[in-house]
């Protein structure tokens, strides 16, 4: 697609259940990025992945928190037994490792909120 | 990355010039500087990314210090639209290096 596609935009749980968020990113694009903000907050780094290998899960909060991509294309970041400070936006990026290597295309994300 | 300072929040008139300013004085020979803005409840967005030489695109001019300590964005005639939090970015984009990292960035509020 044209950009970065982000699903859903919206998402409200209740405390201790389980959401997968979704990320599509621009096609041929081989790295994507979650990031997540709190309310205020800067973006904090989660995961980065080249392709379908992961190299860097430094930035996952807690074992609760995991991602995959499949087929070098769709990345889903499953948050397990959510807690209440999990609510943030989660934002997905995706880049070329091309000439412009930082310059990353944002979605516009999932608005998490977990009561 | 090399830390990047930035002021926490500026105003400008519409239609005059923001310029935003940022010290990167630890920057390597080998990091860019990036910028990104990030307009209300919006994923950040690309504006323009350099390294020695001053660049232009469509949306803003960025100029960078011949000593590279330091680097002002410009918006050249600022709408209200502009008003985001815009982000400098000192970035290594060589070998394995990947990740952005965003600090608390500047606060541009157009008025009218």
């Known amino acids: 697609g044209a950009g970065v596609s982000q699903s859903p935009s919206n998402k409200v749980t209740e405390k201790g259940k389980d959401v997968e968020l979704r990320c599509d990113p621009i096609?041929?694009?081989?790295?994507l990025y979650w990031y997540r903000q709190s309310l205020g907050q800067g973006l904090e780094f989660l995961i980065y992945f080249q392709g379908n290998s992961a190299p860097d899960k430094s930035g996952l909060p807690s074992d609760r928190f995991s991602a995959e991509r499949t087929g070098g294309s769709v990345s889903t970041l499953t948050i397990q037994r959510t807690q209440q400070e999990d609510s943030a936006v989660y934002l997905c990026a995706s880049s070329s490792q091309g000439a412009i290597k930082g310059g990353y295309t944002f979605g516009s994300g999932t608005r998490l909120t977990v009561v | 990355d090399a830390k990047t300072t930035q002021p926490p929040s500026m105003d400008c008139a519409e239609g005059r010039a923001a310029n935003l300013p940022c010290n990167h004085s630890?920057?390597?020979?080998?990091?860019?500087v990036y910028w990104y803005r990030q307009i209300h409840s919006q994923g950040p967005q690309y504006i323009i990314h350099?390294?020695?030489n001053n660049e232009t695109n469509e949306m803003a001019s960025l100029i960078i210090t011949e000593d590279r300590k330091s680097s002002t964005l410009i918006l050249p005639h600022a709408t209200l639209r502009d008003t985001a939090v815009y982000y400098c970015i000192a970035f290594n984009s060589g070998g394995s290096n990947y990740k952005l990292t965003f600090g608390k960035g500047t606060l541009l509020t157009v008025n009218p």
């Open positions: 096609s041929g694009h081989t790295a």
């Open positions: 350099g390294l020695k």
């Open positions: 630890t920057i390597s020979g080998n990091e860019y």
